[in-house]
């Protein structure tokens, strides 16, 4: 489902099962945080299981959210020089048309305020869809919330 990485230093993903292949493991959040296996609701992207919050196949819930807190103290130097990037990667889809999965990091410093945001990534057809984003980390960043969604559509009635 997703990765965050450092692309000044090549770090690789920092999230800790990012594609729900080790159920829910490593991820905080509301609403049902599921490990679904493939086929069970949807097709995984890749491997044999998907990641899905908000109950997707059943306890829908209107908005589900999960997030990652990833500490960047072992880049710190690259980071406070100024050259250090993120790059924010995702493969997305909605369920049945009915919602609208999002991810975004979050850039915070040590003592917890936040000082600045990636732009909210979504897709929102049926099908999995890369989204990707490349940014500067500001200096003095020390920590990095990496978020997912998923927002019901409003029915019609």
Sequence with gaps: MG??????VKSGNLLLNG???SGANAWSGTGPIEALS???CQSAHNGSHL?????ICSNETSLGQVYQSIDLSAYQA???SGSAKSELKGWLRNYNGKDIPSIWVDFFILQGDKISQSSVLQHQTSTWTEVLQ???I???TAYANFIFTRTEKIRKR
């Design 134 to 136: 490349t940014l500067d």
């Design 51 to 55: 990641l899905a919050v908000g109950g």
């Design 19 to 21: 594609d729900g292949e």
């Design 138 to 140: 500001a200096v003095n």
């Design 38 to 40: 493939s086929g069970e």
């Design 3 to 8: 990765q965050c990485k450092i692309t000044e």
């Design 78 to 80: 690259s980071i406070n």
